[in-house]
C-alpha cells in the first residue's frame, strides 16, 4: 500500500533496440509499483547479455517473465489470468518457457511451480543475478527456483537498461528492502531487510543518465528516508559499525545533497517517504535546493492513533501534524500526496471521522486511496480478523475520495495565474496540439506545442485548471534549459 501504483502502466510491455547477436527473444510484463519497474529495466540489462533482445509480441517470446506485485488483491489475480493466457500459448509452442518475477514469487513459489505447475521458473527480487544459471536450468528441462532475500544486494553494479520510457525522467533505484513492520504490508517479507546503495555508484548512473539527455530523476527505495550508507550492509546492523564508518555515513539529505550538487540543472524527485523517517534535515535539503523538486509523497494511512497503532506505524496523528507543519514552514509551496487505507479491521466511525479530519488538515494535492483488503503472509492476515463490512467500507472509501478531489481541485486552483516551470514529457492524451508535463510539485500541466520539444524546460503561464491538470500557455523557456 505504500508505493504509488500507476493504472496506465499495468502489464506494459518492454521494449529496448535489438543487438543483432542475439538470438533469443524476451517477453516482459510489468505489474505494482515503480520499484517492480525498475527492476524490469534491471532483468533486461542482465539477459541482454545472455543474448537475448525484447520483444512485445508474445507470440514471438522464446521466455516470457511477469513481475509481480503482493501488494494489492488485483494485481495478483490480474497476473494469475495473464499466466493462464501465456500457458495456452506455450501449449502451441512447447520450447517457449514461462517465469514469474518479483514479490509474488516468493510468497507462491511452491503453488506456481509443484501445485499448480504454470510456470517453468520462479526468481525473488534479490536473485535477478541468478537468472542466466536459472536459464540454463530450465533450458534443460528443470524447473528453477531462486528466492533467497539478500542481506546485500542492491544492483548498484548493474546498469539498468531504459526501457520504455520518455528519454526525459528515470528511477534510480537508492535502497531495497524495508524494516518497517507494517500490518498490512507483504514488502518486508518478499523485499527483505533494508540496505542502501552505494552513493558512489547513484552518481555515476545520475551522471550517465544526464549525459544520455534526461532532464529528471527520480529516487526509489521501498522508504527513501531511511537510506543509510555506511560502507554496505544491513541498515539494522548501523549500531556496530565502527566509528570511522559512522563519521563517514550519508543519509538521505546527505545523498540528496550531492545529487543536487552533482547535476544543478536535473530535477529531482524522490519515492516513497515515511512519516516515521522523514527528518528536518531532508526538508531542509528541499529547501535549499532549486533542483530539488517541492513534492512530497506521505503516506498516513489513517487519521487514527488507535489504528495506526494496530498497523504498527510508528508515528502519531499529532506527529504527522508536526511534521507537515515543518514541511509547510520551511516550503510554503511544497505539494503533499497521500496513500489512505479505509476499513482496516476494527475501524470505527470516529476513526473514520479522524482520517476525514486529518485529511481537512492537510488539504492533500492528490492521493491514493484504498479499501482494506486482506493480504496472504501479512500481519494483520495472521492476526487480525477482517470485520469491516464491505459496504461499509465502500461508503468510507468514497467520503474520503470526494473530499479529496474537493482538495486537489482547491490546491490546483493556488497555481492558476502563476507562470511556472514544465517540464515536457510528451505530447498531451487528449490534444495532439498540446504538450503534457510537470511542475515542480508533481502537477500535470497542458498547453499549445507551438516550436517546443519534448525534454524541455518551458515557463507556462497557467490561465485555468481542473482537479488534476493545470491548462496554460507557454510563454518562453526557463533559465533550467
Not at 497521500?338 to 482496516?344: E, K, R, V
Not at 484504498?370 to 465502500?394: C, H, N, Q, V
Request: glycine share 6%; net charge negative.
Amino acid at each position: 500500500m505504500e508505493k504509488i501504483i500507476d493504472e496506465s502502466q499495468q502489464g506494459s510491455t518492454l521494449s529496448l533496440e535489438n543487438n543483432e547477436k542475439n538470438g533469443r527473444k524476451l517477453y516482459i510484463e510489468s505489474y505494482g509499483c515503480q520499484m517492480n519497474f525498475s527492476d524490469s529495466e534491471i532483468v533486461a540489462s542482465i539477459l541482454a547479455k545472455e543474448g537475448f533482445n525484447t520483444t512485445q509480441d508474445l507470440n514471438d517470446a522464446d521466455l516470457v517473465l511477469v513481475n509481480t506485485c503482493s501488494i494489492r488483491e488485483k494485481a495478483e489475480q490480474t497476473v494469475r489470468k495473464r499466466l493462464e493466457k501465456f500457458n495456452a500459448v506455450k501449449r502451441t509452442k512447447p520450447n517457449m518457457k514461462v517465469g514469474v518475477l518479483g514479490c509474488m514469487a516468493e510468497r507462491l513459489k511452491s503453488k506456481f511451480l509443484e501445485e499448480e505447475k504454470i510456470v517453468d521458473m520462479v526468481v525473488g527480487p534479490d536473485a535477478y543475478k541468478d537468472l542466466p544459471n536459472l536459464i540454463q536450468e530450465i533450458d534443460e528441462g528443470r524447473n528453477a527456483v531462486n528466492v533467497i532475500l539478500s542481506k546485500d544486494e542492491t544492483y548498484g553494479d548493474v546498469a539498468p537498461v531504459r526501457l520504455n520510457t520518455n528519454g526525459v525522467s528515470a528511477f534510480v533505484s537508492i535502497t531495497r528492502g524495508c524494516d518497517n513492520m507494517c500490518t498490512f504490508c507483504v514488502v518486508p517479507f518478499t523485499r527483505g531487510r533494508e540496505r542502501s546503495r552505494d552513493p558512489q555508484s547513484i552518481l555515476e548512473e545520475v551522471n550517465d543518465l544526464w549525459d544520455r539527455g534526461f532532464k529528471e530523476i527520480t529516487l526509489l527505495g521501498q522508504n527513501v528516508d531511511s537510506y543509510l550508507w555506511y560502507g554496505g550492509g544491513l541498515k539494522k546492523d548501523f549500531d556496530k559499525a565502527t566509528d570511522m564508518q559512522k563519521a563517514t555515513s550519508v543519509n538521505f539529505a546527505g545523498l540528496l545533497e550531492l545529487v543536487a550538487e552533482a547535476k544543478p540543472k536535473m530535477r529531482i524527485r524522490f519515492s516513497t517517504s515515511n512519516p516515521q523517517d522523514m527528518t528536518l534535515d531532508v526538508i531542509e535539503a528541499m529547501a535549499k535546493y532549486r533542483n530539488i523538486c517541492k513534492y512530497i509523497h506521505l503516506p498516513v494511512q489513517s487519521g487514527s492513533n488507535r489504528i495506526l497503532k494496530a498497523m504498527n506505524r510508528l508515528h502519531t496523528r499529532e506527529e504527522y501534524f508536526e511534521l507537515i507543519d515543518n514541511i509547510k514552514k520551511l516550503i510554503p509551496d511544497c505539494a503533499i500526496s497521500q496513500d489512505m487505507i479505509t476499513g482496516f479491521p476494527t475501524e470505527t466511525e470516529e476513526d473514520h471521522q479522524d482520517t476525514l479530519s486529518l485529511m481537512e488538515y492537510v488539504k492533500y494535492d492528490f492521493g491514493f486511496m484504498f479499501a482494506y483488503s486482506e493480504r496472504p503472509g501479512t500481519l494483520a492476515e495472521r492476526k487480525m480478523e477482517d470485520d469491516i463490512p464491505e459496504e461499509t467500507k465502500k461508503r468510507r472509501l468514497t467520503e474520503i475520495i470526494d473530499l479529496q478531489q474537493k482538495h486537489s481541485f482547491y490546491r490546483t486552483q493556488q497555481h492558476v495565474g502563476k507562470t511556472e516551470e514544465i517540464l515536457i514529457e510528451g505530447t498531451s492524451k487528449k490534444s495532439d496540439a498540446h504538450w503534457m508535463g510537470r511542475n515542480s510539485q508533481n502537477t500535470v500541466a497542458v498547453f499549445p506545442k507551438e516550436h517546443y520539444k519534448v525534454g524541455d524546460f518551458v515557463n507556462v503561464k497557467i490561465n485555468e485548471c481542473t482537479s488534476a491538470t493545470l491548462i496554460g500557455e507557454a510563454v518562453g523557456y526557463s533559465e533550467n534549459n
